[in-house]
């Protein structure tokens, strides 16, 4: 097993520890569910108080979308308008990140949106590295229920996160990293887009490849 598969199952036994599990259950050879594993971990955030931000949220936002979906799309943390709807990229970044999922060929309800964060943090401020060690076990459960092929990260937090590194976004973007048997492209954060519209240039042609390698994967008849 590699060390970063090891870190990571160890964090996840640590936040199931601290949720008050004391059991973990074996499926055996029972397929899994994913759309029911999907809202017991929904009702799992819901619960969560596993860091400060359970105490200003409003409501926290596991995530939606297909729960089969080959694309996910990660983002940073909720922000106002998630934090009040309890969904993931409704604001102004969440109508441009429809309008880029559009543009592709696609619909929100194809593809599976989420966080690093599943809580806001206040007044939107950056996500702390002990709440992003807090919250990422999570996203780890998200994204082994879906098993998608192709994820992209959006911004700097959801991009370096996922790498585990700290390179710049301008220097991760362009290309796909290899990720768990998936293919990641980082890209920029849609809120950022709506501050530097010169760069949604570079965010199409990220989405020109994903959507090339979504085509491939959908000719050869995978769901
Ligand atoms: S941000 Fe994540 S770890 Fe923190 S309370 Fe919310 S769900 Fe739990």
């Known amino acids: 097993m590699d060390e970063t598969l090891k870190r990571s199952l160890k964090a996840y036994l640590r936040h199931l520890q601290l949720l008050g599990m004391e059991d973990i259950p074996c499926r055996g050879d029972v397929p899994m569910d994913p759309e029911r ?12 108080r ?36 309890g969904r993931p990229f409704v604001g ?22 989420t966080n ?32 998608p092929k192709l994820i992209c990260a959006l911004g700097t937090f959801a991009a370096q996160t996922l790498l585990e590194t700290r390179e ?8 796909f990293h290899p990720w768990r048997g998936a293919l990641l492209m980082p890209t920029y954060h849609p809120a950022f887009l709506l501050r530097n519209p010169q760069y949604k240039r570079d965010v199409w042609e990220d989405m020109k490849m994903v959507m090339a390698e979504y085509q491939k994967l959908t000719g050869q008849g995978r769901r």
Do not use: S
Request: glycine share 6%; with cysteine.
């Open 168 to 175: 710049k976004i301008t220097r991760l973007r362009g290309r």
């Open 37 to 48: 594993e999907l809202q017991r971990l929904a009702e799992e955030v819901r619960r969560c």
């Open 116 to 147: 690093i964060l599943k809580c806001r943090p206040p007044q939107n401020r950056n996500p702390r590295p002990d709440e992003i060690r807090a919250c990422i076990p999570f996203l780890w459960r998200q994204l082994e229920i879906i098993r």
């Open 92 to 113: 102004r970044a969440g109508e441009l990140l429809t309008r880029i999922i559009k543009a592709m060929g696609l619909e929100r309800q194809q593809v599976y949106i």
């Open 50 to 85: 596993c860091c400060p931000l359970h105490q200003t949220r409003k409501n926290p936002v596991p995530g939606e979308g297909n729960p089969r979906a080959l694309l996910v799309f990660v983002g940073e943390a909720p922000g106002a308008d998630e934090d009040l709807q």
